[in-house]
């Protein structure tokens, strides 16, 4: 390890706004997603009461059966 690795900042943590409440979690849990024509599909997020309240859809790591 060097010492510029030592002495930089650490990145900030992945953080999200909650899709049902608007609040900002640095726990996100993916709750669904929305396929786009061109890219790779938009992920929605809630923070964990809300994902345990609302309950989650497919996400991008699901495969639903045709």
């Known amino acids: 390890m060097t010492r510029d690795a030592l ?3 650490a990145p900030e943590p ?3 706004r909650c899709v ?4 900002e979690t640095c726990i996100p849990v993916a709750v669904g997603s ?3 024509a061109s890219g790779p599909p938009v992920v929605y997020y ?3 009461p809300c994902a345990l309240k609302h309950g989650a859809g ?3 790591d699901e ?3 045709p």
């Open 14 to 16: 992945f953080g999200a």
């Open 20 to 23: 049902h409440c608007g609040n």
């Open 63 to 65: 495969e639903l059966d």
């Open 58 to 60: 497919p996400t991008p």
């Open 7 to 9: 002495l930089s900042q």
């Open 46 to 48: 809630a923070c964990p």
């Open 34 to 36: 929305v396929e786009r």
